[in-house]
T-cell receptor, first 114, second 113 residues
């Protein structure tokens, strides 16, 4: 069990470009969450998956954002036509809902939009 | 709505000092409460939790008691160490377990030797 893995750890892009982040959850964790954390703030919920189904999306997630979890394993978060306001740390977390256990977080992917 | 308010940081203490980080919440239901810690260069980790009123969560010398009457979940430690330097987040969840968390803004703690 290697924990939740996120890639890339840091992405610098120009405004208007598309970026994609990948999250590999802990194996056998059926639920996967994406959060966004801006500087000096706590993480904010974006969306979550139960296996491959996306069950909820926050109003923070504009139409430029899309997330997938094909086959219920890894997940991707894509941001199209990035804006400077998208600069943030994107956190992924996973949990096995059979247990009332802990939500495990990855180290995050930091996005800087120039 | 649901929200969490933490005391403003940063907080700087000397080693072996007593620590309190205040946390209050507003919730539409009966939440579970959590403290997460983020050490430099690492992901968020669960520090402790409490799921009902008057429960006390504890771990690594840290404690927090779920106070429904004051809607608070203050974090305390009797004697801090340099290794406790980190950012601490208070959070709530209205779902089973630590899911769809609502976080406070975080409090950066620095312990000087």
């Amino acid at each position: 069990d290697t924990g939740v893995s996120q890639d890339p750890r840091h992405k610098i892009t120009k405004r208007g470009q598309n970026v994609t982040f990948r999250c590999d959850p802990i194996s056998e964790h059926n639920r996967l969450y994406w959060y966004r954390q801006t500087l000096g703030q706590g993480p904010e919920f974006l969306t979550y998956f139960q296996n491959e189904a996306q069950l909820e999306k926050s109003r923070l997630l504009s139409d430029r954002f899309s997330a997938e979890r094909p086959k219920g394993s890894f997940s991707t978060l894509e941001i199209q036509r990035t804006e400077q306001g998208d600069s943030a740390m994107y956190l992924c977390a996973s949990i096995q809902t059979r247990n009332t256990g802990e939500l495990f977080f990855g180290e995050g992917s930091r996005l800087t939009v120039l | 709505g649901n929200s969490v308010t933490q005391m403003e940081g940063p907080v700087t203490l000397s080693e072996e000092a007593f620590l309190t980080i205040n946390c209050t919440y507003t919730a539409t239901g009966y939440p579970s409460l959590f403290w997460y810690v983020q050490y430099p260069g690492e992901g968020l980790q669960l520090l402790l939790k409490a799921t009902k009123a008057d429960d006390k969560g504890s771990n690594k010398g840290f404690e927090a008691t779920y106070r429904k009457e004051t809607t608070s979940f203050h974090l305390e430690k009797g004697s801090v160490q340099v290794s406790d330097s980190a950012v601490y987040f208070c959070a709530l969840s209205l779902f089973q377990g630590a899911q769809k968390l609502v976080f406070g803004q975080g409090t950066r703690l620095t312990i000087n030797p």
